[in-house]
């Protein structure tokens, strides 16, 4: 079992910036590669970013590319989602999650991943 708990959400106007955590319990968190998703009312859920096992290797949708920047740390089992210039398009529920394939390339279908934390909710307006 793998525990994820999302925090960091809130609401901002156009142009500004929040960081999302989300905190990894349970199994060897370094063993998986983790990955943001989120989700609009009325749309499916939909790859945001994620981030290999070592941590050397990230990928984005290309929307989010050059604003968003995805990091973990191996001593805490944090991921962090760093969102700059966001645009009201940004606005939805942030999932985190974890694929327990230990596979060795990044995926970005929501079918994917194992383990899912509870969501927060950014949203972007003026």
């Known amino acids: 079992q793998v525990q994820l708990v999302e925090s960091g959400g809130g609401s901002v106007q156009p142009g500004g910036s929040l960081r999302l955590s989300c905190a990894a319990s349970?199994?060897?968190?370094?063993?998986?590669?983790m990955g943001w998703f989120r989700q609009a009312p009325g749309k499916e859920r939909e790859f945001v970013s994620a981030?290999?096992?070592?941590?050397?290797?990230?990928r984005y949708v290309n929307s989010v590319k050059g604003r968003f920047t995805v990091s973990r740390l191996f001593d805490t089992n944090t991921m962090y989602l760093e969102m700059n210039n966001l645009k009201p398009e940004d606005t939805a529920v942030y999932y985190c999650?974890?694929?327990?394939?230990?596979?060795?390339?990044?995926?970005?279908?929501?079918?994917?991943?194992?383990?899912w934390g509870q969501g927060t909710q950014v949203t972007v307006s003026s």
């Open positions: 999650a974890v694929d327990t394939s230990r596979a060795e390339v990044i995926r970005v279908r929501v079918q994917n991943y194992d383990y």
């Open positions: 349970g199994r060897t968190y370094s063993n998986y590669v």
């Open positions: 981030i290999s096992r070592s941590g050397a290797d990230t």
